[in-house]
């Protein structure tokens, strides 16, 4: 039997590369997971926000729609609507739709201005309107720009009425909240309604409130 002289043996050693590739593989697999769930992250926030923002303006659009006068029942439509048009996003647990009807409050001179004469609620998610609730705005000046984020305010003219929503979502990552942190998407959009002349919302099936998309 012949032996190899170590010295040999330790040079072939060095100059085998036969592993090499599965090595540097192994090396650069959690870098490459990592990237790729951070992607796949990106790309469902972003989906998320897009669908969040299109539905505050489905409803919106939706909502100014209604002619004639507007019903307990065609909100449910509506949210109905949304709910079908959410299903990846499970809004109807993880989120809040906020519809308000906003109208020029009626009064003069110094109390002029716009107010909330009702407001729709749909979901569970505990969140409530950030521009206000039912009844601002109705005897005083607090709302007299409007509704709406600073400098973004929209009003309704005389005789009309804006309808303005708010969607509020809790985001459901993809793969880890530990990637982006937990975030809440909000979108709001408003149309003018199209027709309507009698804004007071009616209940003509007469449909009790835990039937409604009351806001309590």
Not at 36 to 48: F, P, R, T
Not at 92 to 108: A, C, F, H, V, Y
Not at 124 to 132: C, D, I, L, R
Request: aromatic share 6%; net charge neutral.
């Amino acid at each position: 039997m012949t032996y190899m002289p170590l010295s040999t043996l330790f040079r072939r050693l060095r100059r085998d590369d036969s592993g090499l590739a599965l090595i540097e593989f192994a090396f650069s697999l959690p870098v490459l997971v990592v990237l790729c769930m951070a992607g796949l992250e990106c790309a469902n926030l972003s989906l998320a926000h897009l669908r969040v923002s299109q539905i505050a303006l489905l409803v919106a659009d939706n909502a100014s729609r209604v002619r004639t006068s507007i019903d307990e029942a065609d909100v449910n439509e509506i949210m109905t609507g949304a709910d079908l048009s959410s299903t990846s996003l499970n809004l109807k647990t993880n989120g809040r739709i906020i519809l308000s009807d906003l109208e020029p409050n009626g009064q003069t001179g110094a109390n002029a201005g716009q107010f909330i004469r009702w407001q729709r609620c749909w979901g569970t998610g505990g969140f409530t309107s950030s521009y206000g609730v039912a009844g601002d705005g109705a005897t005083s000046s607090s709302m007299a720009s409007g509704m709406g984020p600073t400098g973004k305010k929209v009003s309704a003219s005389s005789g009309t009425a804006v309808m303005f929503v708010e969607v509020a979502y809790n985001y459901q990552p993809l793969i880890t909240n530990s990637i982006f942190g937990a975030k809440v998407i909000r979108y709001a959009s408003a149309f003018n309604v199209r027709e309507r002349t009698d804004q007071t919302i009616k209940n003509a099936g007469g449909l009790a409130t835990s039937a409604t998309a009351s806001c309590t």
